[in-house]
């Protein structure tokens, strides 16, 4: 007995909120929709037994007569829809992956590499070395980068940008400080002002990213999906025996589930259970090496309850609904199928479900936040390579263009001195 009430959970409010939308119908009224719960008598949903074509669980005291309707976490499949009626889903499930939350991993030494992917640091290393050199050319093929210094023998000509100096530019760019040389030319200027809207962009996103792997103590689950689970050798994995999850991967067609399915029936009872009380179980008392496949709404309720050890991974398996059952041709089906939809539209039974699954929850906030975190990829970053390699092959072509209009000038130069010194000698 809790609060003067037998039973109390989602299901019964649901049953609440039938009768009262019930006997608000048309033709309706007080009193036309009573009932009363009665627990299975073998604890089961209801599979057949094809040997002799008989049904146990709920499904079966349905075709009994034994029960007028199953209002319960029962799985609309199609091997239970041929023998019962079902109503529209009250709710929406599919297929999912209970494993035990693994140890939050404090961050690591070099845990500062981390808020950008692998190859984005190779990137960055080669656009780098790229950009240092493409200054070091840049400096010996445009003539304003040359300085004429006179000393008192002779006058010499320098150029700042050495492959040394070239490389600290790039550096001090890279690292937000700056360097004590700047390019001269419009070729030079061009590489850096790429090379600087590329670091701004790039030390941004890294500063931007860094806080949450510096300072948050992630969960990095073994699995992350259902192909990382039939992979690994570490998790074993098991779902209800006989249940519609179990039904779901012995008749799919999909390789990767039936290959679960010979799994799970060569360990037999080594990963099957006899109750998802059991499964969950399992998960709990497992040092991580046990998945357990269970419904999404069943999974997302049992890690909001304490010991608060358990975790859902990876995206649904499948997409299908919790129905209520009746027998064939049963005069309720269609009362209650109005009035399911009607509560759905209304929102009375998304409101039940966030209250018993969240608001109701032990847990508090779920740790999604601390598992979402990932590197910085390259297709996230790849907008500022393109600006990089879109200014250094601009800076190419100018740089160029100005050592051939120099080269023409000196041309014309020359040309022009040797006219005037062929006419003085005429002269």
């Known amino acids: 007995m809790i ?15 039938i009768k009262e939308r019930y006997e608000r119908l048309e033709g309706k009224g007080p009193g036309s929709f009573n009932y009363k719960f009665k627990l299975v008598d073998d604890n089961n949903f209801g599979s057949a037994n094809k040997t002799v074509g008989t049904w146990n669980g709920m499904i079966g005291e349905l075709l009994d007569q034994k029960a007028d309707l199953a209002l319960a976490s029962l799985t609309i499949t199609r091997a239970r829809q041929r023998v019962v009626d079902f109503t529209k889903p009250f709710m929406k499930i599919g297929i999912s992956i209970m494993i035990k939350k693994p140890d939050k991993q404090k961050p690591g030494v070099f845990s500062f590499m981390e808020p950008l992917d692998s190859m984005v640091w190779v990137c960055v290393s080669l656009a780098f070395t790229g950009v240092s050199l493409v200054l070091f050319f840049i400096g010996r093929w445009s003539p304003f980068e040359w300085r004429a210094e006179a000393s008192r023998k002779e006058i010499s000509v320098t150029n700042a940008f050495t492959l040394s100096n070239t490389l600290w530019f790039s550096l001090g760019a890279l690292m937000q400080q700056g360097s004590d040389i700047f390019p001269r ?17 790039l030390i941004s996103s890294y500063t931007a990213n860094l806080a949450a792997f510096l300072t948050i103590e992630r969960l990095i689950p073994p699995i992350q999906g259902v192909e990382d689970l039939v992979k690994s050798k570490d998790v074993e994995y098991g779902t209800f025996k006989g249940g519609s999850t179990e039904a779901f991967f012995e008749m799919s067609q999909v390789p990767i589930y039936r290959q679960m399915y010979e799994y799970m029936k060569s360990k037999g009872d080594q990963v099957m259970v006899n109750s998802d009380k059991e499964g969950y179980e399992k998960v709990r008392q497992s040092k991580g090496d046990y998945a357990y496949l269970v419904e999404s709404p069943k999974n997302d309720y049992q890690n909001q309850k304490k010991p608060c050890n358990t975790m859902k991974v990876g995206e649904n398996l499948d ?35 966030r209250k018993w699954w969240f608001d109701k929850g032990e847990c508090g906030t779920m740790d999604s936040k601390d598992t979402s975190k990932s590197p910085l990829t390259l297709s996230n970053v790849s907008g500022i390579f393109h600006i990089l390699i879109g200014g250094l092959v601009l800076s190419m072509m100018v740089s160029l263009v100005e050592y051939s209009v120099h080269r023409l000038r000196k041309q014309h130069k020359l040309r022009f001195r040797k006219v005037n010194q062929s006419n003085h000698g005429k002269k």
């Open 185 to 201: 030319s419009i070729s030079g200027r061009i590489v850096g002002s790429a090379w600087w809207f590329f670091t701004l962009i």
């Open 319 to 353: 997409h299908k609904g919790y129905g209520i059952a009746t027998p064939p041709y049963s005069p309720l089906r269609k009362d209650l199928n109005l009035v399911v939809l009607m509560l759905r539209e209304e929102g009375e039974l998304h409101k039940l479900q």
């Open 3 to 17: 609060n003067g009430k037998l039973y109390e959970g989602f299901c019964i409010e649901v049953a609440e909120k």
